[in-house]
């Protein structure tokens, strides 16, 4: 593995790896969160939908809105599922020196900031989110892209914990 | 001038309202006028006058809520050394910025502004969301106070390169300069294919704005066009295709003109600075420790000519602008050599291994732009079985494409830097140094974990770098070490 460096990188013997297994679990109230999201998402598409059959003057065949809907469903319920099935792989890790957030059981992705590169710190709470006390912390960092950090679904009192610490850190460190 | 509190958490001034109560609108309008329109194209005109009338009160009203809630909520003071602005009557926002964190304050003021005297203040922090960083409407007294007070920590830091900037004109060396042989070289050497196909889409739109004015005979018009055109056949096409080839060359040309006339490329200090344009003369200074990646490619035009169009890219604060995206055409091989040894040192990547992409990256490419879309369009073959050939072309052509595209993605690795090939057609380069690391994402599907593969993507303040398809352990042993570089580097990055 090593040799892929070349003889000029010192790599450190044990290089602090983060590893899957220490990561803490998203707070389950949000998988509901995410039911409900999505439910009122493809409420509003499939009412829309319906709007449009019965605008539409063209005789459409009968069994269109049946495969259409039937699409539709199968649709939502794989989402549903997907996102059940991979909710446990959500989680996020606070390192000495970073922080990450993992998510993904077809796509997995794992997202990493150290702490001397955070620019601000954000708590969001939505409509929905509030009723059940959960927040998000976004972190951003320069140049900022869609692709910052972002862990949803934080016990309200563990994201003001967060926060506090993050921005404690980011303001001490300089 | 007397001291303002900036403890106490404040609204913004009220006649702020005012200028919310505009700028909420406008963003209304902005976004509903597509409904409207339809009702005004309906034809009975009893209803239109009532329905526009009631819509425009309607809005006027939720606007005015709008605005007054949103001034309400819309809070900010200086605590602990950060600045807090608490904002949203819906979804509550806090932002917490530390001061040292500022990169820039400005103050603004639009027409509108100078008459209700207030003024925006606008805060850079070099992170994102920065048009959530802007107060619009604070009365001026405050608004000065509060730009000298959050910009106060950035005097001490900065005078060094305020002395690079008083003595601008003396030592400035002349790294390149276009000429008008150069020019020429540059618009041929364009991609005209993306712009003939732009150019294309845009005609097409038009086309439907015509169809729209002319309804009834259009049909009759297309019907007609239509005839002419399967009538005389392959020439006209080629005829056609030969134009849009043409006027895509043309507007290249032209572009290439105003952007580039007489781009004069300068290095002085610690600094480049880029004066180029026809009609509008810029003028840029970017200090190297801005800089954060560079980015170069030539493709099979430009590979005859040896040219290569290099993009200096810089931190930014909206990756949207790319007016931070700095475009250097017609560079020599030499040019850039010499770009690499001011920003990154000597090239000691030259001698580390290429380590290239998994084959998995040419299979997912041939699958996902050859295959997939030969079986989502395979019912077609149900009506005329001879559409069979041009898909099987397609999908040679695609797994050409794939191949190229594999050949190119590579990267090359030392302890402080990468370099990351990538292309098909064309050839790009992209290096940047480690202690510019901003977040780094480690992805891998769930097929590709049995591959042992996976990508990663470096961000730094200007962008990413992508490493698409390498193997899992080299992916996640760079992902560890650039973390533990970029947390033990001394360096700044910026």
């Not at chain 2, 509060?146 to 305020?162: G, I, P, R, V, Y």
């Not at chain 2, 005209?192 to 309804?215: D, P």
């Not at chain 2, 302890?415 to 480690?434: C, L, P």
Request: contains cysteine.
């Amino acid at each position: 593995m090593t040799k892929d460096f070349s003889n000029s990188v010192i790599l450190p013997d044990d290089l602090p790896a983060i590893k899957p297994s220490e990561f803490n679990p998203i707070d389950r109230k949000y998988l509901k969160l995410i039911f409900i999201r999505q439910t009122i998402a493809w409420i509003i598409m499939i009412l829309s939908g319906l709007l449009f059959f019965l605008l539409a003057k063209e005789d459409l065949p009968n069994f269109l809105p049946w495969i259409l809907g039937g699409i539709l469903v199968a649709i939502y319920c794989y989402s549903i599922i997907i996102t059940y099935i991979s909710f446990p792989y959500r989680g996020y890790l606070i390192r000495e020196k970073d922080i990450a957030y993992k998510r993904g059981l077809i796509k997995f992705k794992l997202t990493s900031i150290p702490f001397s590169r955070i620019q601000h710190v954000e708590l969001i709470q939505g409509v929905i989110a509030k009723q059940i006390n959960l927040a998000s912390i976004k972190i951003y960092t320069a140049g900022g892209s869609s692709d910052d950090l972002s862990i949803p679904g934080l016990p309200i009192e563990t994201a003001k914990q967060i926060r506090e610490f993050l921005t404690g850190k980011i303001s001490s460190d300089e | 001038m007397n001291k303002i509190d900036f403890n106490q958490p404040r609204r913004q001034s009220i006649k702020g309202l005012v200028l919310i109560f505009f700028q909420e609108g406008k963003r209304g309008i902005k976004i509903f006028w597509p409904a409207i329109v339809p009702v005004l194209l309906t034809k009975d005109l009893n209803n239109k006058l009532l329905i526009v009338g009631l819509i425009l009160l309607g809005g006027l009203i939720l606007t005015l809520l709008h605005a007054i809630l949103y001034f309400r909520k819309f809070k900010f003071h200086i605590e602990n050394q950060q600045f807090i602005l608490r904002k949203g009557y819906l979804n509550r926002k806090v932002l917490n910025i530390p001061l040292d964190r500022i990169q820039n304050v400005n103050t603004n003021q639009s027409v509108l502004q100078q008459f209700l005297n207030v003024m925006t203040v606008e805060i850079d922090t070099a992170g994102s969301a920065k048009k959530e960083l802007k107060i619009h409407a604070l009365s001026k007294s405050i608004a000065v106070e509060l730009a000298l007070n959050l910009s106060s920590h950035l005097e001490a830091s900065q005078t060094d390169n305020s002395d690079t900037k008083k003595d601008s004109n003396s030592d400035e060396e002349e790294i390149l300069r276009l000429g008008n042989r150069d020019l020429l070289k540059i618009g041929i050497s364009q991609n005209h294919l993306r712009t003939a196909f732009f150019i294309f889409l845009f005609g097409l739109q038009f086309l439907n704005k015509l169809q729209e004015y002319f309804e009834d005979k259009a049909d009759e018009y297309a019907r007609e066009l239509w005839l002419f055109l399967s009538q005389s056949g392959w020439a006209v096409i080629g005829i056609l295709v030969l134009f849009f080839i043409l006027i895509s060359f043309l507007y290249s040309m032209i572009r290439t003109l105003i952007l580039f006339y007489d781009l004069r490329f300068l290095k002085l200090n610690k600094s480049y600075r880029i004066v180029s344009g026809l009609l509008n003369r810029r003028n840029l200074l970017i200090p190297f420790r801005k800089i954060q990646q560079i980015d170069w490619e030539t493709g099979p035009i430009k590979k005859l000519f040896g040219i290569y169009r290099v993009n200096i890219r810089q931190a930014t604060s909206d990756l949207a602008a790319k007016s931070k995206l700095i475009e250097l055409p017609g560079c020599l091989i030499s040019h850039i050599e010499l770009l690499k040894e001011d920003l990154f040192g000597s090239d000691h990547l030259k001698n580390q291994p290429v380590i290239h992409s998994s084959r998995v990256y040419f299979r997912r490419n041939w699958f996902y732009f050859g295959w997939l879309p030969a079986v989502l369009i395979s019912p077609v073959f149900l009506f005329e079985w001879l559409y069979v050939f041009p898909v099987l072309l397609w999908i040679l052509l695609m797994f050409l494409y794939s191949r190229f595209t594999l050949r190119k993605s590579y990267f090359q690795i030392s302890n402080d830097q990468i370099r990351v090939s990538s292309g098909a057609i064309s050839h790009k380069f992209k290096q940047m140094e480690f202690h510019k690391v901003q977040h780094l994402e480690f992805r891998q599907s769930i097929f590709h974990k049995k591959q042992g593969v996976a990508s990663l993507k470096i961000g730094n303040a200007s962008g990413f770098i992508k490493i698409p398809f390498i193997d899992e352990k080299i992916a996640k042993t760079i992902h560890d070490y650039l973390l533990y570089y970029a947390e033990t580097s001394e360096k700044f990055w910026m």
